[in-house]
T-cell receptor, first 115, second 113 residues
Framework: EAGVAQSPRYKIIEKRQSVAFWCNPISGHATLYWYQQILGQGPKLLIQFQNNGVVDDSQLPKDRFSAERLKGVDSTLKIQPAKLEDSAVYLC?????????????FGPGTRLLVL | GENVEQHPSTLSVQEGDSAVIKCTYSDSASNYFPWYKQELGKRPQLIIDIRSNVGEKKDQRIAVTLNKTAKHFSLHITETQPEDSAVYFCAARPTGSARQLTFGSGTQLTVLP
């Protein structure tokens, strides 16, 4: 089966600019996650969707980050305005459901560098 | 919330030797413990997971053990090979609604030929 797709793979922007990332989960997966992985650290959950509803966004910096999954399939994560500390890899993952200890499958990530 | 600590941060072993990575967690409600392998510049991939109703699980050269009383779990890799070199992450997830997966900080494993 096709895996989780993400684009772009790399992005370089200057601070205070905006950027958007796109994710297409595995077909049929109801749950979608966005993680931030800073160099040398484990992934940290930013937001979790179940279909097109938000399940958990407690760690999303809502003053600058936003995410949507309007039709319950693809999702976009936006940062506006970006800060230097936002430099990280942004990973998208999906699973069949969230409540059944389902395996999360990760996409290749988008590597963001903020100058 | 859940807190997962992982040790060591780096580990070098000779090819053919065993490697052990340990994690502790804080939330006694956690009942799902996956391990992910991440090669440089690539996506994390699940290599093995364990649920709290079992104490050990094995898949060829890799095994995971879980001690719920002590709240720790470990990854064991036997007969290591150079292609095992990667960063390994443990994670824990509590049961219940909307519980997130919390990752450890990772272990860089290097298998020396």
């Amino acid at each position: 089966e096709a895996g989780v797709a993400q684009s772009p793979r790399y992005k370089i922007i200057e601070k205070r600019q905006s950027v958007a990332f796109w994710c297409n989960p595995i077909s049929g997966h109801a749950t979608l996650y966005w993680y931030q992985q800073i160099l040398g650290q484990g992934p940290k959950l930013l937001i979790q969707f179940q279909n097109n509803g938000v399940v958990d966004d407690s760690q999303l910096p809502k003053d600058r980050f936003s995410a949507e999954r309007l039709k319950g399939v693809d999702s976009t994560l936006k940062i506006q305005p970006a800060k230097l500390e936002d430099s990280a890899v942004y990973l998208c993952a999906s699973s069949l459901e969230w409540y059944a200890q389902e395996t999360q499958y990760f996409g290749p990530g988008t590597r963001l560098l903020v100058l | 919330g859940e807190n997962v600590e992982q040790h060591p941060s780096t580990l070098s072993v000779q090819e053919g030797d065993s490697a052990v990575i340990k994690c502790t967690y804080s939330d006694s409600a956690s009942n799902y413990f996956p391990w992910y392998k991440q090669e440089l510049g690539k996506r994390p991939q699940l290599i093995i997971d364990i649920r709290s109703n079992v104490g050990e699980k094995k898949d060829q050269r890799i095994a995971v053990t879980l001690n719920k009383t002590a709240k720790h779990f470990s990854l064991h890799i036997t007969e290591t090979q150079p292609e095992d070199s990667a960063v390994y992450f443990c994670a824990a997830r509590p049961t219940g609604s909307a519980r997130q997966l919390t990752f450890g900080s990772g272990t860089q494993l290097t298998v020396l030929p």
